[in-house]
């Protein structure tokens, strides 16, 4: 399967980390089954969606809707910015078509200040997820500031939760996709 | 009462018609991954389109389209030479992007259609779903909406008008222009309809100003099709036309085989491929599956189930024309060749007997 990890920030650093180490668990549990692939908007130069179909953009704002419309499972990694997410990453959605997520397996991390934003991928991220058709993995993990040290994720619960999330997500996927192919054969064309 | 438009002529007294529409997609047929050439595609075209007249179906339309795997950029060229080859099926533009054209230009091509096909001739006016157009031709896409319904009134005005005085913000102002040539139509115009393609705001547009409404479908269940067909309905009769006075025509997805299974298994993979390089997402295998209902809108399967599903949209719309596309996506001749007979042998004579009033 296409898995695709996305940080969703084009500030700070604090997601990239966090998601680069979701990659990282990915790769190590899952690296040789499935074609892994990491990006971060921070070193995108994304165009703001003026509603056309996604084929018709270009560079950076092409490449990288194409990699999510040819994903089967993506992680989205996001900042808190006002009580939602950033509008790098919300641009993003409204870049894609109504149902891009259709048949893909999403999960979400959160980098926060402040535990008081808990249940803010709960309320903001999950509703435009659902909308898209995603298949939403129930659980996300959120980490604090206080989890960081420099460019590292310091409190190692984290990366416990990490591992957790990953393994989550590749069951819900794996059982969609075999489930679904049993129900296309079954089609009989 | 507001005057009616330049209606197509459709006699329900025959019965609901029924046509066939090409986008001039250009793909690979996916069972075998070859294309034909540009050449080909344009020349089977028109022979589908005498094919089509001689098994009796009534209309035949080709949609505009300029970005890559389609030919029918001067799709009015084709309908001429169509119009050449054929005698008495009708024929429409089906979209023409009125948007990215000159309105008079438009209007004297289809008039021109007119008079060589003896008054055969509509336009379906659209916006395009695909916006690689704009740049091609120099127009700037935050003026997509602006462009179309500023073109469009255009278009009808010079339709309805010999002589336009006209000034607007997208084109220049118009003079005591003197639009020639005339179609050979007692009104001396043509009929138009305004594309609808699901969008609620602009089928209600469509009824505002009475034009007839051509809406197209892809998936899903025909119930949800009918929410814009009933505004349509309900804004023009509040606008002050009559209910005797609109058209409605509705189109998509249409592949049959006297083996139910087979029509499924044969037309899918285009489909879905197609849509994948055109729209840059496939058609769900689930949702064509349910295809197998009569309450999906998409008419795939034996004829029996498509005499079916036609009927049941027809008690649903209420409308008047029916338009089939079955070339998708690289369908081979021979296919489109079987379906077309199929059609003037058991669909078309059982669409008209049920319909007929």
Do not use: C
Request: hydrophobic share 40%; aromatic share 10%.
């Amino acid at each position: 399967m296409n898995i695709l990890v996305l940080s969703g920030s084009n500030v700070g650093n604090k997601t990239a980390i966090a998601s680069k180490s979701v990659f990282d668990a990915i790769k190590n549990r899952y690296g040789a089954e499935h074609n892994i692939q990491f990006i971060d908007l921070k070193e995108k130069e994304m165009q703001f969606s003026d509603g056309r179909n996604y084929l018709d953009y270009t560079g950076d704002t092409k490449e990288v809707t194409q990699q999510i419309m040819d994903a089967d499972i993506l992680f989205f990694g996001t900042p808190i910015f006002q009580a939602s997410i950033p509008a790098s990453l919300k641009n993003l959605f409204d870049l894609l078509p109504q149902n891009a997520l259709r048949n893909k397996t999403s999960s979400i991390l959160t980098t926060a200040g402040s535990n008081m934003h808990f249940l803010v991928p709960e309320q903001q991220l999950k509703p435009i997820l659902g909308y898209m058709k995603a298949n939403v993995v129930p659980n996300y993990v959120y980490i604090l500031d206080t989890d960081f040290d420099k460019d590292t994720i310091y409190n190692d619960d984290i990366h416990f939760r990490i591992q957790k999330l990953v393994e989550d997500t590749l069951i819900l996927a794996r059982a969609y996709k075999e489930i679904q192919r049993q129900e296309e054969e079954a089609y009989g064309f | 009462m507001e005057q009616s438009r330049i209606l197509p002529e459709i006699d329900q007294s025959k019965g609901m018609e029924f046509g066939l529409y090409t986008l001039g997609d250009h793909l690979p047929n996916p069972h075998t991954g070859k294309r034909i050439s540009a050449q080909q595609r344009i020349k089977e075209i028109i022979e589908t389109a005498v094919l089509a007249e001689e098994a009796g179906l009534d209309t035949f339309q080709i949609g505009e389209s300029h970005q890559d795997s389609f030919i029918s950029q001067a799709h009015m060229i084709i309908l001429s030479a169509i119009a050449q080859a054929t005698d008495s099926i009708k024929l429409s533009s089906g979209a023409t992007i009125i948007s990215t054209s000159d309105p008079v230009r438009v209007f004297e091509d289809a008039a021109t259609i007119d008079l060589i096909s003896n008054g055969r001739i509509k336009i379906v006016a659209g916006r395009a779903s695909r916006i690689g157009l704009f740049d091609l031709l120099g127009y700037d896409l935050n003026d997509y909406e602006g462009l179309f319904e500023e073109k469009f009134d255009l278009l009808l005005k010079i339709n309805e008008n010999e002589i336009v005085n006209w000034s607007g913000e997208y084109r220049p102002s118009l003079k005591n222009a003197h639009i020639i040539p005339r179609p050979d139509h007692p009104k001396g115009g043509l009929p138009i309809w305004r594309a609808v393609g699901g969008s609620y705001a602009s089928a209600q547009k469509a009824g505002r100003i009475g034009v007839p409404m051509y809406q197209a479908h892809l998936g899903g269940p025909a119930s949800e099709f009918k929410k814009p067909i009933d505004l349509y309905k309900e804004t023009a009769s509040a606008a002050g036309y009559q209910q005797n006075d609109l058209r409605i025509a509705t189109a998509g997805f249409f592949f049959t085989d006297e083996n139910k299974m087979d029509a499924f298994r044969a037309y899918y993979p285009h489909v879905n491929e197609g849509m994948k390089r055109t729209n840059g997402q496939g058609f769900p295998k689930q949702a064509f599956a349910h295809g197998q209902d009569y309450r999906s809108v998409i008419n795939v399967g034996d004829p029996e189930l498509i005499i079916e599903k036609i009927l049941y949209q027809h008690e649903l719309f209420g409308h008047h024309r029916y338009i089939a596309q079955l070339d998708f996506g690289g369908v081979p001749m021979e296919d489109i060749k079987r379906n077309i007979h199929i059609i003037g042998e058991k669909i078309l004579p059982a669409i008209k007997k049920y319909t007929k009033k």
